[in-house]
């Protein structure tokens, strides 16, 4: 009938019942062994095993539930073990589809296999359940098979009808054939071939098929379901039966975020994610928390409904990613980063390839129809990968976040959304995001990348859009500056504009850091430090540029007439001790310290209550990131965009000191920002940049001073039990070699201590970086943070010991780096032929740090 197989084929069975398609597995395996080839069964299904007893095959048995990759690297790894010319069975793939809750998956599954096989000379069969699913599977598999037949069961015999045959051809071939005794005879009269095909219900077009697939079945026939609950035909108790089933098909499959899910989340509340969701898969970390932190705040307290901004996100399904990366021949060079010794391999093509790739029609339908419901309102693209923002796994800025604008004609709008798409799903290919994972041991875990479309919370002033406050918000304050502050009351970290200058870590200015139980305390000491240190710049997004931007404060207000500026900037007392107060303009005479905001509303404390009640649902710490706006009426609404784990550790347990340190001993002592646990731990190595040395480089030898820490701190330690201290002038991580020094937080990841010293000129401080992703990746290493200001009392540090008397070992340890040995000092303790060690006694609650040398022994 085939005209015989060819080495290569694919064969898929479509069926409807898996009888159908064993009755031609018997001949296959008796065909193989009677050749002595070598016969694989691929055992994943939970029907009857295929093989029938008297047949020898190897048989390795697959578990579906880890997850897509997992699942799939098991296949190619046996296949390419079976060698060339081997004869495949695989149980029935339908079997996929429903455990991934996904036919998208199934499609880029069997898109990525069959070439494989064909490329191997191999033979394989498969079988599928016939209407069953959309296009989305149908379609990926009848356009990569070689051969695709239909199996029919009509009084007591089976019928095949080709559907696809390759590089064959007979002028019968694509007819109805009856299987009798041992041939395959073609059905010539109408009336049989009538009676057989219409014996099952026939799938429908595609343009049907494609809404209805095992994903939308099941939702739509929970929708079903949540109707007759509202009409009160079935009781509320019936949601149980689906409600769970759904929540691993779109929200999680870890389980704690499901334990949190199924208390507080409804079904009728996962109906309201499938209505705006684009593709299939998961939503991700980020949706996930957006979600269960309004559900848990709607829970606790009703009048969260009036107080929150109400969201009409739209999710895009960790699916559409995949299907992304298979059709733009991008999945071969992630493969790669499951593997640590080649995971930035690579990573650059993955890259091009990812930016300048297409997306499906069907795809690019959904996105313009979201743009044609936002209009032209502003929206932001956020990453929401199924890890991140999970227990455990942040990702703080790992993954690009994007805003745009969405100015323009419609097409325009469109191309710039597919634009930010790309760049983000780019960024799971970054070194950052990379290093990130192979640190953290999660390079082999199935990793997709959904993402959340949000309209940008804030209003329209002239050409500039933005939200008049945003901020992170964390249920407990490491950062204990004064013994007024009760840690577990929690802080925030407030900016007036868009949050981006609350979760980077600005460079050039500086954010409003607010302990919830003492709100109006600062850590300034005067009214010229509150001046000095309060927030100058505005993130915004231009209109007219289509574009974010930064503007001055007082150019944001000028264009903002009907903006409540009191509320959030106070007059400027020096400014008007000099002048008229009538001569100087709103902007220019004022300092944004939302002293009025946190001294004469009820904000801080609703942000107190919704972090602790966060808090409480969640069992842990909560890292919120939210905006707020004032109504007319003196209301606001709070936009809270994102709630995750926080990971933090406490006070930890604090040594008392020595009675007396002999200053000779005395590294340093710190009294100000220490953010960590308090410990009291030795120091093997000191990593000191000397801030003399380094004020005299030019900002490309600072960069170049910056690479030779990364690779100091990435020097062997085969146990990983080396614990450093780094210290250096300004402020780490900056992108401002001025400001300080410019490495990237996975250069220096395995440090212990970090120590910024004001110290580059008079008018540098460390900017305490709470909720930025700098802090976060602080918490989640359990690094100890200090900055020392040389100008205030009870802060020193022995710069005769470390830049005079101390060996430095950075020419022995990295010869490459000699160059820089008069800026970069390296001492390991015990110091060369002593045996002084170095202990560092940290007091989180009394915000001290004391580093002293101590006899060995």
């Given at each position: 009938?085939?005209?015989?197989?060819i080495?290569?084929?694919?064969?898929?069975?479509?069926?409807?019942?898996?009888e159908?398609?064993?009755?031609?597995?018997?001949?296959f395996?008796?065909?193989?062994?009677a050749?002595?080839?070598?016969?694989?069964y691929?055992r994943f299904?939970?029907?009857?095993?295929l093989?029938?007893p008297d047949?020898?095959?190897?048989?390795?048995?697959?578990d579906?539930?880890?997850?897509?990759?997992q699942?799939?690297?098991?296949?190619?790894?046996?296949?390419?073990?079976?060698?060339r010319?081997?004869?495949?069975?695989?149980?029935?793939?339908?079997?996929?589809?429903?455990?991934?809750c996904?036919?998208r998956?199934?499609g880029?599954?069997f898109m990525?296999?069959?070439?494989?096989?064909l490329?191997?000379?191999?033979?394989?069969?498969?079988?599928?359940?016939?209407g069953?699913?959309?296009?989305?599977?149908?379609?990926a598999?009848?356009d990569?098979?070689?051969?695709?037949?239909?199996?029919y069961?009509?009084k007591?015999?089976?019928?095949?009808?080709?559907?696809?045959v390759?590089?064959?051809y007979?002028?019968?071939?694509?007819?109805?054939?009856?299987?009798f005794?041992?041939?395959?005879?073609?059905?010539?009269?109408s009336?049989?071939?009538?009676?057989?095909?219409?014996?099952?219900?026939w799938?429908?077009?595609d343009?049907v098929?494609?809404?209805?697939?095992?994903?939308?079945?099941?939702?739509?026939?929970?929708?079903?379901?949540?109707?007759?609950i509202?009409?009160?035909?079935?009781?509320?108790?019936a949601?149980?039966?689906v409600?769970?089933m759904l929540?691993?098909?779109?929200?999680?499959?870890?389980?704690?975020v499901l334990?949190?899910?199924?208390?507080?989340?409804?079904?009728?509340?996962?109906?309201?994610i499938?209505?705006?969701?684009?593709g299939?898969?998961l939503?991700?970390?980020?949706?996930v928390?957006?979600l269960?932190?309004r559900a848990?705040?709607?829970?606790?307290?009703?009048?969260?409904?009036?107080?929150?901004?109400?969201h009409?996100?739209f999710?895009?399904?960790s699916d559409?990613f995949y299907?992304?990366?298979?059709?733009n021949?991008?999945?071969?060079?992630?493969?790669?980063?499951?593997?640590?010794?080649t995971?930035l391999?690579?990573?650059?093509?993955?890259?091009?390839?990812?930016i300048?790739?297409?997306?499906?029609e069907?795809?690019?339908?959904?996105?313009s129809?979201?743009?044609a419901?936002f209009?032209?309102?502003?929206?932001?693209v956020?990453?929401s990968?199924?890890l991140e923002?999970?227990?455990g796994?942040a990702?703080?800025?790992?993954?690009?976040?994007?805003?745009?604008?969405?100015?323009?004609?419609h097409?325009?709008r469109?191309?710039?959304?597919m634009?930010?798409?790309?760049?983000?799903?780019?960024s799971?290919m970054s070194e950052r995001?990379?290093?990130?994972?192979?640190?953290?041991r999660?390079l082999?875990?199935?990793e997709?990348m959904?993402l959340l479309?949000?309209r940008?919370?804030?209003?329209?002033?002239?050409?500039?859009?933005?939200?008049?406050?945003?901020g992170?918000?964390?249920?407990y304050?490491?950062?204990?500056?004064?013994p007024?502050?009760?840690?577990?009351?929690?802080m925030?970290?407030?900016?007036?504009g868009?949050?981006?200058?609350?979760?980077?870590?600005a460079?050039?200015?500086?954010?409003?850091v607010?302990?919830?139980?003492?709100?109006?305390?600062r850590?300034?000491?005067d009214?010229?430090e509150?001046?000095q240190?309060s927030?100058r710049?505005?993130?915004v997004?231009?209109?007219?540029?289509?574009?974010?931007a930064?503007?001055e404060?007082?150019e944001?207000?000028?264009?903002?007439?009907?903006l409540p500026v009191?509320?959030?900037?106070?007059?400027?007392?020096?400014?008007?001790?000099?002048?008229a107060?009538?001569?100087?303009q709103?902007?220019v005479?004022r300092?944004?310290?939302f002293?009025?905001?946190l001294?004469q509303?009820?904000f801080?404390?609703?942000m107190?209550?919704?972090?602790?009640t966060?808090q409480?649902?969640?069992?842990?710490?909560?890292?919120?990131?939210?905006?707020?706006?004032?109504l007319?009426?003196?209301?606001y609404?709070i936009?809270?965009?994102q709630?995750?784990p926080?990971?933090?550790?406490?006070?930890?347990?604090?040594t008392?000191?020595?009675?007396?340190?002999?200053?000779?001993?005395?590294?340093?002592?710190?009294r100000?920002?220490?953010?960590?646990?308090?410990?009291?731990?030795?120091?093997?190595?000191?990593v000191?940049?000397?801030p003399?040395?380094?004020?005299?480089?030019?900002?490309?030898?600072?960069y170049?001073v910056?690479?030779?820490?990364?690779?100091?701190l990435?020097?062997?330690?085969?146990?990983?039990?080396?614990?450093?201290?780094?210290?250096g002038p300004?402020?780490?991580?900056?992108?401002?070699?001025s400001?300080?020094?410019?490495?990237?937080?996975?250069?220096?990841?395995t440090i212990s201590?970090l120590?910024?010293i004001?110290?580059?000129?008079?008018e540098?401080?460390p900017?305490?970086?709470?909720?930025?992703?700098?802090?976060?990746?602080?918490?989640?290493?359990d690094?100890?943070?200090m900055a020392?200001f040389?100008s205030r009392?009870?802060?020193t540090w022995?710069?005769?010991?470390?830049?005079?008397?101390?060996?430095?070992?950075?020419?022995?340890?990295?010869?490459a780096?000699k160059?820089w040995?008069?800026v970069?000092r390296?001492?390991?303790?015990p110091?060369?032929?002593t045996?002084?060690?170095?202990?560092l006694?940290?007091?989180?609650?009394?915000?001290?740090?004391?580093?002293?040398?101590t006899?060995?022994g």
């Amino acid at each position: 009938m085939l005209k015989g197989l060819i080495p290569g084929d694919n064969v898929v069975w479509q069926f409807s019942q898996i009888e159908q398609y064993a009755a031609f597995v018997g001949p296959f395996c008796a065909f193989a062994n009677a050749r002595g080839r070598r016969l694989v069964y691929f055992r994943f299904a939970d029907h009857a095993p295929l093989l029938p007893p008297d047949c020898s095959a190897e048989t390795h048995q697959l578990d579906v539930h880890g997850g897509f990759e997992q699942f799939i690297a098991q296949v190619h790894r046996i296949i390419g073990e079976a060698g060339r010319g081997a004869y495949l069975l695989f149980d029935s793939l339908s079997t996929l589809a429903v455990d991934w809750c996904s036919d998208r998956m199934l499609g880029n599954f069997f898109m990525l296999t069959c070439p494989y096989i064909l490329d191997q000379e191999s033979i394989a069969y498969f079988g599928l359940e016939r209407g069953l699913h959309s296009a989305h599977a149908t379609a990926a598999i009848t356009d990569t098979t070689q051969i695709l037949i239909d199996v029919y069961q009509h009084k007591g015999g089976l019928y095949v009808h080709p559907i696809k045959v390759q590089h064959r051809y007979s002028p019968s071939m694509y007819t109805l054939h009856a299987w009798f005794e041992r041939q395959f005879l073609p059905v010539t009269d109408s009336a049989t071939i009538t009676e057989v095909l219409s014996s099952t219900p026939w799938a429908g077009l595609d343009s049907v098929r494609a809404r209805l697939g095992v994903w939308n079945r099941a939702f739509t026939q929970a929708a079903e379901l949540w109707e007759a609950i509202q009409r009160g035909q079935e009781p509320p108790e019936a949601a149980d039966s689906v409600l769970p089933m759904l929540l691993r098909m779109a929200v999680s499959r870890d389980e704690r975020v499901l334990q949190l899910a199924q208390r507080y989340l409804s079904l009728g509340d996962v109906l309201a994610i499938w209505g705006r969701m684009i593709g299939t898969g998961l939503i991700g970390g980020k949706s996930v928390g957006m979600l269960l932190a309004r559900a848990i705040l709607r829970n606790a307290d009703r009048r969260w409904e009036s107080l929150l901004e109400v969201h009409d996100s739209f999710f895009i399904g960790s699916d559409v990613f995949y299907t992304y990366l298979v059709q733009n021949g991008c999945w071969w060079l992630r493969q790669r980063q499951q593997n640590p010794q080649t995971f930035l391999d690579g990573v650059e093509e993955a890259r091009r390839r990812i930016i300048l790739g297409t997306f499906p029609e069907s795809v690019q339908r959904d996105f313009s129809d979201m743009l044609a419901y936002f209009g032209q309102s502003p929206i932001i693209v956020r990453s929401s990968s199924l890890l991140e923002d999970n227990f455990g796994n942040a990702f703080a800025g790992k993954y690009e976040s994007v805003f745009c604008a969405n100015q323009g004609p419609h097409q325009k709008r469109l191309d710039d959304f597919m634009s930010a798409v790309r760049s983000i799903y780019a960024s799971t290919m970054s070194e950052r995001a990379l290093r990130y994972r192979a640190q953290r041991r999660l390079l082999d875990r199935d990793e997709q990348m959904s993402l959340l479309v949000q309209r940008v919370s804030g209003s329209r002033h002239g050409t500039l859009f933005y939200p008049q406050i945003a901020g992170v918000g964390l249920s407990y304050n490491p950062y204990v500056w004064s013994p007024e502050i009760q840690p577990e009351a929690g802080m925030l970290r407030l900016v007036f504009g868009l949050g981006t200058r609350a979760v980077d870590r600005a460079d050039d200015d500086y954010t409003r850091v607010v302990a919830l139980n003492a709100p109006d305390r600062r850590p300034e000491a005067d009214w010229s430090e509150v001046r000095q240190y309060s927030q100058r710049k505005v993130d915004v997004i231009d209109l007219e540029a289509n574009q974010t931007a930064c503007r001055e404060f007082p150019e944001v207000v000028a264009q903002s007439p009907t903006l409540p500026v009191e509320i959030f900037a106070s007059e400027d007392r020096d400014l008007f001790d000099g002048q008229a107060g009538d001569s100087v303009q709103a902007g220019v005479s004022r300092v944004l310290t939302f002293q009025t905001l946190l001294t004469q509303t009820q904000f801080p404390h609703d942000m107190r209550q919704m972090l602790q009640t966060l808090q409480a649902a969640y069992g842990c710490p909560v890292d919120t990131e939210f905006t707020a706006n004032f109504l007319p009426g003196n209301r606001y609404k709070i936009n809270l965009v994102q709630c995750r784990p926080l990971q933090v550790s406490g006070h930890g347990t604090a040594t008392e000191l020595p009675e007396s340190i002999d200053p000779q001993d005395l590294m340093l002592e710190s009294r100000g920002a220490v953010i960590g646990h308090s410990r009291f731990e030795p120091v093997d190595r000191v990593v000191y940049v000397v801030p003399s040395a380094y004020a005299q480089l030019a900002d490309a030898d600072r960069y170049a001073v910056a690479r030779t820490i990364g690779q100091v701190l990435h020097l062997e330690d085969p146990d990983r039990s080396r614990r450093v201290l780094l210290i250096g002038p300004g402020r780490w991580g900056t992108t401002t070699p001025s400001l300080g020094v410019p490495v990237s937080f996975a250069e220096i990841n395995t440090i212990s201590f970090l120590c910024e010293i004001v110290a580059i000129t008079g008018e540098v401080i460390p900017d305490v970086s709470l909720g930025t992703h700098f802090f976060n990746d602080l918490v989640e290493m359990d690094i100890l943070y200090m900055a020392l200001f040389p100008s205030r009392k009870g802060n020193t540090w022995n710069r005769r010991f470390l830049e005079d008397e101390s060996p430095n070992r950075l020419a022995e340890l990295l010869p490459a780096g000699k160059r820089w040995a008069h800026v970069i000092r390296v001492i390991d303790f015990p110091v060369a032929q002593t045996t002084r060690r170095m202990m560092l006694n940290a007091n989180a609650f009394r915000q001290r740090v004391v580093c002293y040398a101590t006899p060995g022994g």
